[in-house]
């Protein structure tokens, strides 16, 4: 089968974006990458994109596909073999649990930008209660413990780079908490595919994001990323 043109349009920060480029990364799988700023997108970006979000695949140049998980599972098909389970149910509960990612994935944007210390305090009890039930899971379900990779690792690869980067004090992560989750982390930073999915100054990146954004605990998240 010849292989589509594919290209990517991104946002250099963006988690989702990053799930699709460790999934094209991971299949080896030719393809280009645009960078877009979201404060102020081209206008062919917004007569392509359906939601006007990150990330969109254009294929052989005129066809889109959107939203995060329906292009890495159209990736996955292009390159056997599959990054999704076999089995129906199993496929439906891992489809399910990066649906749970995506959620917890928000979590962690709305603890770094929370607009006082109520709000930090909610989601990173929020955040706290998802890292517990992501431990549970890696360390003993088979949808993680059978598999070197999945679509699932592609989900959860960019929460917890961003979790490793902001060492703050008050942060939902703790790796001797989360020890399994740790040592998942350990893993899946190694492969190119998770490294070479954002940029070498990604962290300075994030830093300006969150501080264009603004919230009661930037300042401090700021100051560790561009430290490191």
Request: with cysteine; glycine share 2%; hydrophobic share 45%.
């Amino acid at each position: 089968m010849d292989l589509p043109d594919l290209h990517l349009v991104s946002f250099p920060v963006c988690p989702f974006v990053q799930r699709s480029l460790i999934t094209l990364r991971y299949k080896e799988l030719p393809h280009e990458i645009t960078y877009i700023s979201l404060a102020d997108p081209p206008e062919w970006f917004l007569e392509r994109s359906p939601l006007g979000k990150v990330p969109i695949l254009v294929v052989n140049q005129n066809t889109v596909v959107f939203e995060s998980e329906v292009i890495n599972e159209y990736v996955d098909e292009l390159a056997p073999p599959s990054l999704l389970p076999e089995d129906p149910l199993a496929r439906a509960q891992a489809r399910a649990w990066i649906e749970f990612l995506s959620e917890q994935t928000a979590v962690l944007h709305r603890w770094m930008l929370a607009g006082d210390e109520d709000a930090a305090v909610q989601a990173r009890e929020q955040a706290c209660a998802g890292l517990e039930r992501l431990e549970a899971l890696v360390a003993s379900d088979p949808l993680f413990t059978e598999r070197e990779f999945s679509l699932m690792d592609a989900a959860l690869a960019p929460l917890l780079m961003r979790y490793t980067l902001v060492r703050d004090p008050a942060s939902p992560w703790d790796p001797e908490a989360f020890p399994h989750l740790a040592a998942r982390w350990e893993r899946l930073g190694r492969l190119p595919a998770v490294r070479e999915s954002v940029r070498e100054d990604f962290a300075l990146r994030l830093a300006d994001f969150l501080e264009s954004k603004g919230g009661v605990i930037v300042p401090r998240l700021t100051t560790l990323l561009r430290d490191q």
